[in-house]
């Protein structure tokens, strides 16, 4: 048993932010001193205008602070201004991000409106072009960014690996007296891909301030591995993403574990959370789960918390979940109005709790809390507000009671008004 005077205490909190370059993408700030950023991706047809409009103001409301879209041809590079103007109309300012594989060079050149609309270009080196088009291409993309002064993310993904470089390596590899595992030189080929091309990016004359690294794979070991040493090797401004996350809790767990790990540790810029939605899925899980990943972990608040205790033998009846559920959805549908009617309620934690064994513990801990009665207590429900009871609910609209009092509590603390307390049910039920 070690000296326990000895061990040095152990922090609560994560490693310092890695400092990297700030990049302004269309007047959202990635990097440097900007807290970590929420992006997402849309899945319709660009052409689509009246679609891909339709599903960036959702991403944009769910809280995605920046959106991606699909160039991939010459019909969808045409319709990105279309897209741009129509959002603008609508004051959605999200800033557009057009993705581009293959012949990103060439749909730059022929629709110069849409590297205008666009707020930053994303390249994959790995398919910008093959053998000696591959540099030249690149440089077309990289010189019209400079031209558009438009800011580039140079996202490596592992399913499309340059293979000439990768094929270099593994090569070199075998002739080494201490052979590393493919994995391992596979790794390495991703985060060459990433800096050779961000080398060649500032030699064709884009500054560093206008360049985003990201480096993808599907395993979260490697993801972890990979943007661990792409870190400790760059000062780029970093975008963090689970390429092929899947489907549901496989992808929120995986992009949570693999992520989570690295935000710890003060690595990330911006985040993408790729999940595969369920056919007629909402697309806007993956917001959701972003920022509840960086709500949960501390670095920034978003939406006032509702902490649940899961439930037990100890309460049979289902109240307590759905009046958890109730107040989560009630959050989630009026936090656009109330992010401008009450400033700093996402900072608002209310607990909802199934039974007397944590119930009051934990409703204390929280602004505003209940306790639900278990199997075989008294059909009461403490409230408590700031730490102190403030009422006992009782009968068959215990829920709605307490629903009136979220609300009373937020028109109280982030209100510019201030209404008499003696109007919350609390009151009368006390
Ligand atoms: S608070 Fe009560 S009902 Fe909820 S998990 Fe704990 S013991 Fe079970």
Known sequence: MPDEGCLPPVLADPLPRRLSVGVDVGGVLVGGPAPVVVQSMTNTDTADVDGT???VAALARAGSEIVRITV???ESAAAVPKVRERLDRLGVTVPLVGDFHYIGHKLLTDHPACAEALAKYRINPGNVGFKDKKDRQFVQIVETAIRY???VRIGVNWGSLDQDLLTRLMDENSRSPEPLSARAVMREAIIQSALMSAELAEETGLAREKIILSAKVSNVQDLIAVYRDLARRSNHSLHLGLTEAGMGTKGIVASSAAMGIL???????????????EPGGDRTREVQVAQELLQTMGFRQFVPVVAACPGCGRTTSTVFQELAETIQ????INMPVWREKYPGVEALSVAVMGC???????????DIGISLPGTGESPAAPVFVDGKKVATLRGPAIAADFQLMVADYIERRFGAGAPAAASSPAAAAE
């Open 149 to 151: 002064d438009k800011p």
């Open 329 to 332: 959805n009630d959050i989630r």
């Open 53 to 55: 409009v339709a599903q």
């Open 356 to 366: 007397i064994v944590n119930g009051p513990g934990e409703s204390k801990h929280a």
């Open 72 to 74: 991939d041809r010459d």
């Open 263 to 277: 935000l710890q540790e003060g690595i990330g810029d911006t985040i993408r959370v790729s999940l595969t939605p």
